[in-house]
């Protein structure tokens, strides 16, 4: 064989093994190419949810070598989106920060719901925590849980509240406290925290249990008064408010945590892949930094397996909450 027989072997050969490599899905393949790989959300975009996947996306990028963009599906507290990432391929380019209204609660609410949370996703841990605060119109004689629940009292069915959503956080635990102080306050749904805010500020609602990141400008600007903290520990000023535990409801706990979920039947080692890169993201300190600064208290699962059994264990409490609340809708 010739010398240009040879070297012509040889490229064929090496083009045949770099090919292998890449089928194979070798470290550092895939990525070179630059795949396109989807986060879905369930709220609109400026939401608490919607600016962590924003930084999340932002610092995979470079870290991955991937170009991740956001697509925001709101609706439904969030199950039109998990619905949509139910039908997504499992190849590991869709994934969702999943709330856990849709994830643990919304199923439990509605007769009806495009997927099963316990088969159709795959955990690959979670992110944090969105803590939840008391507010009201500030032209309201309240200053406190107990000046609301006399409030209430005396004035049956005046008082309504707006939440993000049927199904959310802020829907039923605001029902789990209005149970447990025996009120009545009209519930008003939204697609969202902004538009429901944005009519407390305007009196058009009395009040609203939602994200210390959608409520601090308001409460800041002296738009909306702040009554009590959902968390278990107060929260650093301008949001330092005595919890609804100090104010007499014991282990009371408002707080949604947001988690990393793929469709079933994705690869292992794509969730563990993405599971690390969020996890070395989130112990950054800048990261961690900002991510305080939009109302996120980090937390990480300790491997995708963990997440899993959370769902299932939070699926079960939530499902608890909802049958107490007799909350039921079409």
């Not at 070297?7 to 070179?32: C, E, N, Y």
């Not at 630059?34 to 986060?39: A, D, E, L, Q, S």
């Not at 507010?135 to 707006?162: G, H």
């Not at 969730?271 to 070395?280: N, P, Q, V, W």
Request: glycine share 10%; net charge positive.
């Amino acid at each position: 064989m010739n010398k240009i027989d040879q070297r012509r072997r040889s490229l064929m050969v090496a083009g045949m093994a770099g090919a292998a490599s890449a089928a194979i899905g070798f470290p550092g393949i895939a990525s070179a190419q630059g795949k396109t790989i989807k986060i879905i959300v369930g709220f609109p975009a400026g939401q608490a949810t919607d600016s962590v996947a924003r930084l999340l996306a932002e610092k995979l990028r470079p870290a991955t070598g991937d170009n991740y963009i956001v697509e925001n599906r709101p609706g439904q507290g969030g199950s039109i989106a998990l619905g949509a990432l139910a039908k997504a391929p499992n190849d590991g380019t869709t994934w969702m920060l999943a709330h856990m209204s849709a994830v643990a609660a919304t199923p439990h609410l509605y007769k009806s719901v495009p997927y099963d949370t316990l088969k159709d996703f795959e955990g690959a841990g979670l992110v944090g925590d969105l803590p939840f605060m008391l507010v009201c119109n500030p032209s309201l004689p309240i200053n406190n849980v107990q000046e609301l629940v006399q409030y209430a009292k005396a004035n049956p069915d005046k008082l309504t509240n707006a939440s993000s959503g049927n199904g959310t956080v802020s829907h039923l635990a605001m029902e789990e406290l209005k149970r447990r102080a025996g009120i009545k306050i009209v519930h008003v749904p939204y697609k969202g925290s902004s538009q429901g805010l944005t009519d407390v500020v305007s009196g058009n609602v009395s009040c609203a249990l939602e994200t210390a990141a959608a409520v601090r400008p308001f409460v800041q600007s002296g738009k909306l008064r702040l009554l009590a903290a959902g968390t278990r520990k107060r929260l650093a000023a301008p949001l330092n408010a005595p919890t609804l535990a100090e104010q007499g409801f014991t282990d009371f706990n408002a707080a949604t945590w947001l988690m990393a979920l793929y469709p079933a039947g994705t690869p292992k080692p794509v969730l563990k892949s993405t599971f690390d890169a969020i996890g070395k993201i989130v112990r950054d300190p800048e990261t961690e930094q900002r991510l305080v600064q939009m109302g996120l208290l980090p937390r990480l699962s300790a491997s995708p397996e963990e997440s899993q059994a959370y769902v299932k264990s939070e699926f079960k409490f939530w499902g608890d909450v909802v049958k107490r609340s007799g909350a039921s809708l079409d």
